[in-house]
């Protein structure tokens, strides 16, 4: 049988043909190829219908190999005919290539199992693909983050950021500062219990993730939330701003009002900074950006500069302009929030990373824009329909709702060179950012970032001329990715926007 048109794929390939009938896979069929692509595919079969295959030099139902010549870069071709061949131009498109086949992955209704036939080509629009995990409101330990990096690499995203540190929390191991794990690590939002990762535990994540083809940015957010900062080192913070905002919402949900020196839990923001005109504060952040310089492999720092409402603005300006060229300095491409690029001299080449609505405010926008001028581009992460953090519907348990619910068609249709007048150019692709002041389980966190992560997958993959590039089709396939998350064992929420399978 031709499997109904369109194949059950998310994100959608460049090019895609469906061919009559399923290619069948049993217990004992022999895959050839790389490592460690054929045996990362060994495992993902087998927890997904309990086949196992095994390797072999020749002869193979399945062959998998590199050419650079068969696509751009993180591209492949696949085709399953009476045979199975996916052609990485890399690494990172064998990966791809291998996470598209596990899609096409079929039992039939005798429990037999075989792959739908079919003969793809495909690459990515975007070089920049990337989900944020906030792991400073409520901390995930090592196997949580590995878990988020198994699921969101299968949708083919290549880029993870760690919100490292905020009010809430400090959560990595820094050498030359040890105070700051050994007594800002222990809090987390709702007063429930923090963490942090050693440098041990740290690189563990960036091997897992390299692994996956994932580059991993670890995020210090300054000079605001930064209360944490001055629970370790009073002396590099000032003294909490209580705004007339601040008192009323900590009124209203019954949080506590940040004090100088103390674990701060509720969920408040703009009420931290840094010393910005002290010499220690920046010995400090020197020292930071060199540790986590020398255990990041991947090009970039991202030193936050978002909501710094306790900074007045020419200092927040000045700040901007040093941390930036410390990240410079140490090697390293700086990213920031989009407000830093209020500052005239950001150092050149800083990347910025834009939150506001997808129809732009002219401040955010024109912040945007400094970024490009200052020979960087921007990373997309619409609060509107991006953030992940944020509602499906009024009713749903969890999530905020400032900038709006987003239900999986918000989440799917918006288009990220549409948003600011800019050259397509300057957009190097979107970020999904999860929010965690009410994520407090993983299952929490799971049912905030799928299904609607598989939206973001593919604006951020899928060309827009694709076929079948519609929420129409789109609804259709993620709903065929049901059994899938099933067998991985995700706990997605089943919205009813969906015809899951
Ligand atoms: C805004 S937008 C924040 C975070 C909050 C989030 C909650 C931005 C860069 N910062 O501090 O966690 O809203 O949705």
């Not at 003969?119 to 070089?127: N, S, T």
């Not at 905020?400 to 288009?415: N, R, S």
């Amino acid at each position: 049988m031709v499997f109904p048109y369109p194949l059950p794929l998310v994100p959608v390939p460049v090019s895609a043909t469906a061919e009559e009938g399923r290619m069948p896979v049993a217990t004992g069929f022999r895959i050839a190829g790389p490592a460690p692509a054929a045996t990362q595919l060994i495992a993902a079969i087998e927890r997904r219908s309990g086949i196992r295959l095994v390797e072999a030099d020749g002869g193979a139902e399945i062959v998998l190999r590199v050419d650079s010549a068969v696509a751009a870069s993180e591209g492949y071709t696949l085709t399953v005919g009476d045979r199975v061949e996916i052609i990485g131009a890399d690494d990172a498109g064998l990966f791809y290539g291998f996470q598209t086949l596990l899609q096409l992955l079929r039992q039939d209704e005798d429990g037999s199992w075989g792959f739908l036939r079919a003969q793809i080509a495909d690459a990515p629009r975007f070089p920049r693909r990337g989900v944020m995990l906030d792991v400073a409101r409520h901390f995930f330990g090592v196997a949580d983050v590995k878990r988020f990096i198994d699921s969101t690499s299968a949708l083919k995203f290549n880029h993870l950021h760690l919100h490292l540190s905020d009010d809430q929390g400090w959560r990595i191991e820094i050498d030359s500062w040890p105070l700051l794990t050994e007594r800002a690590s222990a809090s987390a939002a709702n007063s429930d219990p923090g963490g942090f990762y050693s440098k041990d535990d740290y690189r563990e994540i960036v091997d897992y993730a390299a692994s996956r083809h994932m580059i991993v940015i670890p995020e210090i957010d300054l000079p605001g939330h930064t209360h944490a900062i001055g629970v370790a080192y009073p002396d590099l913070v000032e003294a909490p701003v209580l705004g007339d905002d601040l008192v009323a919402d900590s009124a209203r949900l019954g949080q506590p009002l940040p004090v100088s020196g103390e674990p701060y839990t509720g969920w408040g923001v703009g009420h931290s900074s840094v010393r910005i005109h002290e010499d220690r504060t920046y010995d400090f952040i020197r020292d930071v950006v060199r540790e986590l310089t020398e255990m990041t492999p991947g090009p970039y720092i991202h030193v936050g500069g978002d909501e710094s409402l306790g900074t007045p603005q020419a200092d927040f300006d000045l700040f901007a302009a040093r941390v930036t060229q410390i990240v410079v300095e140490a090697g390293k491409t700086p990213l920031a929030w989009h407000e830093m690029g209020s500052a005239g001299d950001i150092a050149e080449g800083t990347v910025g990373q834009y939150w506001g609505g997808t129809t732009a405010e002219d401040a955010h926008a024109a912040e945007a824009a400094r970024f490009v001028a200052r020979g960087g581009a921007l990373i997309m992460s619409p609060s509107n329909a991006a953030y992940l953090d944020m509602k499906y519907s009024p009713d749903f348990p969890l999530g905020l709702d400032w900038a709006g619910t987003i239900d999986v068609q918000t989440a799917y249709d918006w288009d990220p060179t549409a948003v600011l007048d800019l050259p397509d150019a300057a957009i190097l692709g979107i970020e999904a950012p999860l929010w965690t002041e009410t994520a407090r389980t993983w299952t929490d966190v799971e049912q905030l970032v799928f299904p609607r992560a598989a939206a973001h997958a593919e604006i951020s993959w899928s060309p827009r001329a694709a076929p079948e590039r519609s929420w129409e089709s789109f609804r259709e396939r993620l709903g065929a990715m049901a059994p899938l998350w099933k067998a991985e064992g995700i706990s997605f929420h089943p919205s009813a926007e969906v015809p899951w399978s």
